[in-house]
């Protein structure tokens, strides 16, 4: 979750969020990514989005089977299905969004029972300091 902060914290004028995917093995960073809307006017560059594509290039490998995913804030709806589709094991993510969360909070994609791949999900990681980031990003604009 600190490779993920640190991410976030490169995201410019974009809202701070960042996400890392780990390897099988659980240490080694695969890939790591942060919102790009602003900067890239792509209204899917969202970090999770940016990292699964990354760690799929970098694998030579559409599944990320073993793989987890790492993000500062809990995924919306696009970055819930990235995560189904792209069959990561593992979703970790830090602080809850309560107005567009779908691992939990407003909804719940990522475990639904109709979708044949349910990841784990690990929620609450680091969870303040994820939320003061985009507390003190969006206070400032
Ligand atoms: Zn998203």
Excluded at 21 to 36: F, I, K, Q, R, S
Excluded at 103 to 128: K, T
Aim: hydrophobic letters at 45%; proline letters at 4%.
């Amino acid at each position: 979750m600190r490779l993920a902060l640190e991410e976030a914290r490169r995201a410019g004028t974009d809202v701070p969020v960042g996400a890392v995917v780990l390897a099988p093995d659980g240490t080694t960073v695969l890939a790591g990514g942060h919102n790009e809307r602003e900067a890239t006017g792509d209204p899917t560059a969202h970090a999770e989005v940016l990292a699964i594509r990354r760690a799929a290039a970098r694998l030579g490998e559409w599944r990320l089977a073993g793989c987890t995913l790492v993000v500062t804030l809990e995924p919306c709806t696009m970055c819930a299905g990235a995560l189904v589709q792209s069959r990561v094991d593992r979703v970790v993510y830090g602080a809850r969004d309560e107005k567009a969360g779908a691992a939990g909070s407003l909804w719940d994609v990522v475990r639904d029972r109709r979708l044949n791949h349910r990841p784990e999900v690990i929620e609450g990681v680091l969870a303040d300091e994820c939320a003061r980031l985009l507390t003190d990003f969006f206070r400032d604009r």
